[in-house]
Each structure stands twice: as C-alpha cells, then as structure tokens.
C-alpha cells in the first residue's frame, strides 16, 4: 500500500487533466472505442427512436502517466477515479432527447506501467433511428449509433475502431427484436466519428396472431352475408359489424405506424382495400332490403334496377335471352329439321323467360307480383305428303 501511494503521490504532482496527455502537443492523442451492446431497450417506430444499453471499450496512452514498477515494489497497474485523469469526453452524434456526453463520472480507469488507460463506461443510448415500415410486420430496420470525441478536431485526437463489427460480449435478447448483422464504419472530416451500424429484425408472430390472421378470417366471412335469408334481419347488421371490426384493426395498426407517409405499409393498404370492399357490401345490402321490402303495389320496382338485374342474370349465367336472334336461327334451319328445330327453340325460349320470371319473383314480394296470361300459341306450317314419280307409269300400265 505505501509503494501505491507513493506512486500516487508522484504520478499526480505536476499532472493536470485539463491537458492532451502528449509530451508534443502538435501530435494527436490516437483513442481506440470499440462499442458492446448489453440489451436493445425498445425500437419506437413512431417516435423513429432507438434505445440500447452499451459498454464503451475506450482506450488510449498517457504519456505523462508512465513509471518503472520496479522501483515501486513492482506495481504493475492502478485503478483510479475518472474524475483525476484526462479522459476523452464522447457523444452521441444524433441523440434523440438531448446532446450531452455519454459516460458519467462514476466509473473508473484501468492505468498500465506504460503509460496505457483503459476506460469502459457504460451507458443507455437513445439514438434516432428512422424506420421502414413498408414490409411491416415482416421489416427489418437499420440503426446507426454516432459516437464522436466532441470539441476536439482529428488534429487533437484521432479515432481508431478496432473491431469490424459490434460487440454482444454479454447480449440479453429482446422479445420482440432480433439482431441480424453489424459493422463498424470511421467517418472522417474536420473530427472523427465513428459509426456503429446494426440491424435488427421483428419478431412477427405475436402480430400475426394478434392482427394478421383475425383480418383475413374477417375477410373471408364477409362474402357470407349474402347466404342470410332477407327475413331474417341479420343481414344490415352483420355487414355493418364486420365493418366496424375492419375500422378498429386498422386503427391498432396505423398507431404503431410513424406519422409520415413515405413509405407506408403494404399492410395498411390491405386493410384499407378491406374496409371499401364492405363499404361497398352494406351498401348493396341496403338497396337489397329496400328492394325487398316494398308492400305497396303502386310503388313498383323502378324500371332501371330491373334492366341492371336481368343485365347481370344473362352476363353471370351466360344466357342471351333475344327474340330476334331466335327468330333468325330459326329462319337458318332446314326444311326437313323445321319441326324439330321450332319445338327445340321454343322450349329454350319458354325455359329461359320461366327462369328468368321465377328468380325475379323470388326476390320480391308477393304483392309485387302480378299474374299475366303466359300462353304462347306457335303456328307450325303443314307440309303436303309427295306423291311417288313412277305413280302414273303404273296407272298407265293398267289402262293399257
């Protein structure tokens, strides 16, 4: 204890920590960092903000902190207060609440017999992060830490990152983030600052589960709303609340959305696409029950519903139902197929106009209903039986 006090004593009698601890102070003070993350605290993708616990490795050499262990019983290294040695202050170059330095005064450094110190403070950095939601919830984000020795240029002190990538040395793994790659980078201008880029990927299954699936199945039994039967009274509320549930699901989501609208999640559009696809369900379901629900005979279906109605019966079943185009097949027939051909075409015809009169009087209600002669009388030429060529040969015959 006396050799280490003494060596105190003498290393600190003419020292000053306000002073680059070079003998020529036109030379810069080289300090190596190398970055460790302990934990990633929270990635806000609203607020495009990262926050992470880190362990700086900060090293460098004093060359007025330099003695011959020998001659103080072989003391070989001090462990000493932050606060009485020069230390290379480091900031957060794009801090998201305040610029302030980054270590604290609490932590000791590590003094070698050469003259080496070796500062590891650790810190919580919240750094900005901006983020890419477009493949949200399957994204992956790329943050940038910037740490900088503030005030001095690269003539005073020079940055060196040893590491080619960041340290996990003691990595606690988050619940909801996943650290995919890293690397370091040395930006050099006027003033170093070095870059330590990591890129971390979203556990996706919890929003999955949560969100993703009850969407789709949302959107899968909203087509079923036409099965319901029109007595039932089911059908005005059930679409509705099918698009109420699509309104809240795209609410939880547009609030863990950023504010700004490059880019935006493909998710977002999705669900805005659902929710017109039911706007566009009440609103038919609407004109159905209106439809169906007339009772007064002098208030019939307006003519126009019934072309668009009749229109979409042929285009979706595929029917033509045009007399003139019959009357012209029927024209194109041979003679001797006449009879089989009116009869084939006029059952088609009858088959057709039932069907069509069956469905619409399906639809609506039976005081819409009027009952109109339907018989169809069909004329059908009659053809005289031929007479055989050789007839008057065998009448003449016989006369002879």
Known sequence: ?????LLLQDLFQNYSKDIRPVEDQSKPVTVNIDLDIVSINDFDEVAG???????????????????????????????????????PEMFLCNPADAFRPITGENFNVLLMANGDVTWTPGTLLTATCTPDVYRYPFDQQTCTLQLSPWGYSNQQVKLKIPSSTILFTYFHMNSEWDVKASRTFLWSRSFDVGQYHIVIKRRHMNFLVSVVIPVIMLAFVNLFVFILPFNSGERASYSITVL????????VVSDRMPASS???????????????????????NIFQIRTYSRHDEDEPVPEW????????????????????????????????NYVDNVGTQVKALDSSKGANELFYTGNLHESQVKEEPTSITYSIPMIPPREPRNSHVAHGGEDR
């Open 1 to 5: 204890m006396k050799n280490s006090k």
């Open 49 to 87: 903000s990262i926050s992470v616990v880190a362990i700086l490795y900060i090293s460098w050499n004093d060359e007025s902190l330099v003695w011959n262990s020998t001659s103080y019983g072989k003391t070989k290294s001090l462990t000493l207060p932050q606060s009485i040695v020069w230390v």
């Open 244 to 251: 109420l549930a699509f309104t809240v699901y795209m609410t």
């Open 262 to 284: 490059q880019p935006m999640s493909y998710i977002s559009f999705y669900l805005l696409s659902l929710v017109g696809i039911s706007v566009v369900i009440v609103t038919v």
């Open 305 to 336: 519903i019934k072309k668009v109605y009749f229109y979409t019966q042929n285009v979706f079943r595929r029917k033509k139902v045009n007399n003139n185009e019959q009357l012209q097949r029927f024209a194109g027939t041979d003679s001797s």
